[in-house]
């Protein structure tokens, strides 16, 4: 049973396309995350959502949008794709009881912007 | 202020040595570090993690020191096995319920048999 799974595994397209990638967790977990991780392999988050609510919303391009249908599902969504672009995109989740701050990754999305 | 700055960014260790990442914090408000182990083509998954009021925590052949004055922790790999090559990162955890996150750079570890 895969815990957090994103689809598709992998994105190549052209500058300018618009896409989307998409996430599922079957861990109950109410908090989940999108990282960009690029070519250096650094990890940085995107966004997080709680419960369907916006928590993170870190310094990143308005082309991205997340929406989360409910609190199992988390997708991001990019318009007019660049070159820069081009990463691996990974979807993470945790449980927002208790203190644990484990956060469990999905096996990423590699986008080719061409 | 919420960089985590991490140290080396390679590694080549021998079968059976120490293998030992470095990383250091400035913003004193995180209480949480974990450090996750990603292999290639895999999403990153939690190794080992520690809270700021211990100095030490140990999990099998990876333990983790810190330095709570210094603001600096560290990993360390003992009986390093090929198997262990891998990313290693460590992060740093904010205290609120985001669980936000703060990755170092990251370190290619390679265990040569």
């Known amino acids: 049973d895969t815990a957090v799974s994103q689809t598709p595994k992998y994105l190549v397209t052209q500058m300018g396309n618009d896409k989307s990638i998409k996430c599922e967790q079957n861990?109950?977990?109410?908090?989940m995350y999108w990282y960009k991780q690029d070519s250096k392999k650094f990890l940085k988050i995107m966004f997080s959502?709680?419960?369907?609510?916006?928590?993170i919303n870190e310094t990143v391009p308005n082309r991205f949008s997340p929406k989360s249908p409910d609190k199992a599902h988390l997708n991001l969504h990019i318009n007019s794709l660049e070159l820069g672009d081009s990463a691996v995109y990974f979807c993470?989740?945790?449980?927002?009881?208790?203190?644990?701050?484990?956060?469990?990754f999905g096996p990423g999305t590699r986008l080719t912007v061409t | 202020q919420q960089q985590v700055k991490q140290s080396p960014q390679s590694l080549i260790v021998q079968k059976g040595g120490i293998s030992i990442i470095n990383c250091a914090y400035e913003?004193?408000?995180?209480?949480?570090f974990p450090w996750y182990q990603q292999f290639p083509g895999k999403g990153p998954a939690l190794l080992i993690a520690?809270?700021?009021?211990?100095s030490e925590k140990k999990e099998g052949r990876f333990t983790i020191s810190f330095n709570k004055s210094a603001k600096q922790f560290s990993l360390h790999i003992m009986d390093s096995q090929p198997g262990d090559s891998a990313t290693y990162f460590c992060?740093?955890?904010?205290?609120?319920?985001?669980?936000?996150?703060?990755f170092g750079q990251g370190t290619t570890l390679q265990v040569k048999p």
């Open positions: 861990l109950g977990h109410d908090t």
């Open positions: 993470a989740s945790k449980s927002s009881g208790g203190v644990s701050y484990e956060q469990y």
């Open positions: 992060a740093a955890g904010l205290r609120s319920n985001t669980g936000k996150l703060i």
């Open positions: 520690i809270r700021p009021d211990v």
């Open positions: 913003n004193t408000a995180f209480d949480y």
């Open positions: 959502y709680n419960n369907k609510e916006l928590i």
